[in-house]
């Protein structure tokens, strides 16, 4: 079954605590994306990746990274954390012929 | 500036009564628009791709159609279990990797 797994689906953390949003895909597809959804503000990308070891800034990357070492993975890594990456995260993969991105579950992160 | 806009932002129908959405944009070069349902809790799920102005694409009780600045998505006698929210998604510009999102339109659907 074509799945986009994210890890941990809920995450409740303090400020300047670093952490790990872990997104896995078994479609073998190329492109991967970190969006963030915000009431009101709809899905805004963070972060995306064309392939291995090649990523890109979103619209709104300030405080977050990405790495893509394997075709699989696209971690997104929050050094610091601050109340204002309180959001819903969705990790979303596609591949080349620009068909539309299948979607994780969502991780829904709480900076206190 | 690359923008997507979605109206409403919420509908409420009963059921059996058929209405639309709207999604307005404003990228240069589009290379696709794409609708998304999603329902609470999970992430988007994808619906249709449409390419280029006077395209219509159907499933079940849903047509999307697209002109040069706007989509719509026809729904027709809908049923309780079309109830979510409905997301417009764009590609294009001079960066195809980058894809821009409407806010939604939360659909409510009375039996």
């Known amino acids: 079954e074509a799945q986009v797994t994210q890890n941990p689906r809920y995450l409740i953390t303090v400020t300047g605590k670093k952490l790990t949003v872990t997104c896995s895909q078994n479609?073998?597809?190329?492109?991967m994306s970190w969006y963030r959804q915000d009431p009101g503000l709809g899905l805004r990308q963070i972060y995306y990746?064309?392939?291995?070891?090649?990523?890109d800034k979103g619209d709104v990357p300030e405080g977050y990274k990405v790495s893509r070492k394997e075709k699989r993975n696209f971690p997104l890594i929050l050094e610091s954390p601050s109340p204002n990456q309180t959001s819903l995260y969705f990790c979303?993969?596609?591949?080349?012929?620009?068909?539309?991105?299948?979607f994780g579950s969502g991780t829904r992160l709480t900076v206190v | 500036e690359d923008q997507v806009t979605q109206s409403p932002e919420a509908l409420r129908l009963q059921e059996g009564e058929s209405s639309s959405l709207n999604c307005s944009y404003t990228?240069?070069?589009?290379?696709?628009l794409f609708w998304y349902r999603q329902d609470p809790g999970k992430g988007p799920e994808f619906l249709f791709t449409?390419?280029?102005a006077g395209e219509e694409k159907e499933k079940e009780r849903l047509k999307a159609t697209l002109t040069k600045k706007e989509s719509f998505l026809h729904i027709t006698a809908p049923k309780p279990e079309d109830s979510a929210t409905y997301l417009c998604?764009?590609?294009?510009?001079?960066?195809?990797?980058?894809?821009?999102f409407g806010s939604g339109t939360k659909l409510n659907v009375k039996p």
């Open positions: 998604a764009v590609q294009g510009g001079y960066n195809f990797n980058k894809f821009y």
């Open positions: 990228v240069s070069g589009l290379r696709g």
């Open positions: 990746s064309m392939n291995v070891e090649v990523t």
């Open positions: 479609m073998n597809h190329e492109y």
């Open positions: 449409l390419y280029s």
């Open positions: 979303a993969t596609r591949d080349r012929l620009n068909y539309g991105y299948t």
